[in-house]
C-alpha cells in the first residue's frame, strides 16, 4: 500500500488561553460577544472532529494493511457497524 500522507494523520493543537489582564476594559455589545464565543466553541469542535479523522484513517491504514499481508484483522481492528 503507499504510504499515507502526512496531512491525513497529522492532529491539530489548540494553545490554551493565556493572556493576562492587561487592566484595560473595552465595551462589547452582548450579541457579538455570544457570537464571538459561538464561533469559538464550533472552531475548537471543528478541530476535535478533525483529530478525531485523522486518528481513523491510521487505524483504517493499520487495520487493511494487517489484512492484506496476514488474512486477518488484529486485534482492535473489528467490523465498523453498519
Known sequence: MP????EL???EHLEP???APAGKLISIDTAVFAELVARLVEAVGAVER???RA???AA???CTA???STGKPPAGCTPAAQ
Open 9 to 11: 494523520t497529522r492532529t
Open 50 to 52: 478533525g483529530n478525531q
Open 17 to 19: 488561553l493565556s493572556a
Open 60 to 62: 483504517e491504514r493499520r
Open 55 to 57: 486518528v481513523g484513517v
Open 66 to 68: 494487517a489484512i492484506l
Open 3 to 6: 504510504p499515507l500522507s502526512p
